[in-house]
């Protein structure tokens, strides 16, 4: 029978060199290097002021090292943090054999929205050193998340003067009821219980009234619509997504092609993206102002539908940036997407939310796309094989000019194919159908612009490299690193957490490319 050494794993004291414990080419060696050797950390010494008197402190490049560690290894918790700077080996390296309290790890952590900003360009200026920003193409994209808010505590402030009112009714109601009952025998510790239902309904409505008063305004959306408040994190958003409704903060992020570098990283507590396009744009132009412009003209900037609106194209252009913004028709329109309903999930058929009947109808008949329209001879043709006849070539819908098409009543009234073509076939004879040419005064619009450009081979051709520079960085940030939700509040901390992410993800570049080694 073989015989084998003993291998024993039982805990034991070792004479350990910490600093080999951070080997070369690792992500811990080129951040412990990176720190030491190459960031300027004296904006952190202003927090302190024990130069005479006090207690030491921690170092802020040691607690920086460690967070910045454990955001790698997809530990996000103080608690966590504490815990590993007393049993890994890593993290004792790094910390010197230091425990530093989780209450001072989370405090470091929630001030650090002033000092981030710097240590990111920083890095982003050691990465530009390197050789591992192309300037050739960025693509910007966002990713919703969850954060340490609660969506039941949502509302406009009509909605919390309505749960206000409620609750002091109920309050007044089982009040009014427990004086009746006191004239009666009761059990003490029913009494008591409801002493502590009256006692929670006044409180929580004395907390909702105490909101109000400190809020005297809802909040205001882009366009100056009422944007729902939050009592628990005001300046989060409830936001649709496609796991459903989640209340919490967008993580916007512009990527370098060459190396995926995250050259601007910023969290909003907004749904809406096609606010977030041009400050983004505007802080690359910024990143590096004393150094060569990351933005050059040459430079192509690419994002996806959720950012395009024609005020964002019409800012892009009196900016001067070039760029390839998708729109919610770009799919529809490449042929090198025509097979991409059969990839999408089928509904349920046993439970169908949409209830949209109308929505289902219009997606269900004929769209202009469907009609063969040649615009050098303006003739069109039906999906039935039919020529339409025009009834206005120069038409004006909306400030948009366009040419409309008729179908005859002894082709369309007898046609097979009526309730694929007509919303209303029992009421509706003909099918009628127009093409857009752009603004009205002869001018196409920017989107109009736009999607000329984007259609092109060559658009088509520089914009398929959006996916590829930007989603990897999102899939290793979010399933990596594990970030699946926000754990502070207020935008300023949630933007420093967001930051130390994307750090985490450049830091990782610079080691995978031999830095520090």
């Not at 796991?243 to 993580?251: A, L, N, R, S």
Request: with cysteine; hydrophobic share 35%; proline share 4%.
């Amino acid at each position: 029978m073989a015989r084998y050494k003993p291998i024993d794993t039982s805990p034991r004291f070792l004479a350990v060199d910490l600093q080999r414990q951070l080997l070369p080419g690792s992500f811990e060696h080129a951040l412990n290097h990176l720190i030491d050797f190459e960031l300027d950390l004296s904006s952190f010494d202003a927090r302190f002021n024990n130069d005479e008197t006090g207690a030491a402190a921690y170092p802020p490049a040691m607690l920086l090292k460690v967070v910045l560690f454990a955001y790698s290894q997809g530990i996000v918790s103080s608690r966590g943090i504490e815990r590993a700077c007393r049993d890994h080996v890593t993290f004792i390296a790094l910390s010197g054999d230091t425990q530093p309290h989780f209450t001072t790890i989370a405090g470091f952590v929630s001030n650090l929205a002033d000092e981030i900003a710097r240590v990111f360009t920083q890095i982003l200026y050691l990465c530009d050193r390197q050789g591992l920003i192309g300037r050739e193409m960025f693509a910007i994209d966002g990713v919703k998340l969850p954060s340490n808010a609660s969506k039941q505590k949502s509302g406009t402030r009509a909605d919390f003067e309505h749960q206000a009112a409620k609750l002091e009714a109920a309050a007044r109601v089982m009040l009014e009821r427990h004086r009746e009952a006191d004239q009666r025998a009761i059990e003490t510790d029913l009494k008591a219980k409801e002493n502590q239902r009256i006692t929670r309904l006044q409180t929580d409505a004395a907390r909702l009234r105490q909101w109000l008063t400190a809020h005297p305004e809802d909040r205001k959306g882009s366009q100056g619509t009422i944007r729902k408040s939050n009592r628990t994190d005001n300046e989060s958003a409830k936001m649709a997504t496609s796991k459903g409704v989640i209340q919490g903060y967008t993580g916007v992020a512009a990527v370098d092609a060459k190396h995926q570098i995250i050259v601007d990283a910023q969290a909003h507590g907004t749904g809406s993206e096609q606010e977030l396009l041009v400050p983004v744009i505007k802080a690359i132009q910024n990143a590096l102002a004393d150094e060569q412009a990351l933005i050059t003209p040459t430079s192509l900037i690419t994002a996806d539908a959720g950012y395009h609106s024609e005020a964002n194209l019409k800012q892009l252009a009196q900016l001067d940036v070039d760029a390839l913004i998708a729109d919610n028709g770009m799919r529809q329109r490449d042929p090198r997407f025509k097979d991409q309903d059969k990839h999408k999930q089928a509904p349920d058929p046993l439970h169908d939310k949409s209830g949209n009947q109308k929505a289902k109808i219009q997606a269900a008949v004929y769209r202009p796309e469907d009609f063969d329209y040649d615009p050098e001879t303006r003739t069109c043709v039906c999906p039935a094989g039919k020529t339409l006849y025009g009834n206005g070539s120069h038409c004006i819908i909306n400030g948009f000019a366009a040419v409309k098409f008729q179908g005859a009543q002894q082709d369309c009234v007898p046609c097979k194919q009526r309730d694929k073509c007509l919303r209303t076939p029992e009421k509706t004879k003909t099918r009628q159908v127009a093409f857009f040419h752009g603004k009205a005064d002869g001018e196409p619009s920017f989107t109009n612009k736009m999607q000329a450009r984007i259609d092109s081979p060559e658009g088509q051709a520089k914009y398929g490299r959006r996916f590829a520079t930007v989603e990897p960085v999102f899939g290793n940030i979010r399933h990596n690193k594990q970030l699946n939700r926000f754990t502070l509040r207020g935008q300023k901390k949630v933007d420093a957490q967001w930051k130390l992410y994307c750090l985490v993800h450049n830091i990782e570049k610079l080691a995978h490319h031999g830095y520090a080694q």
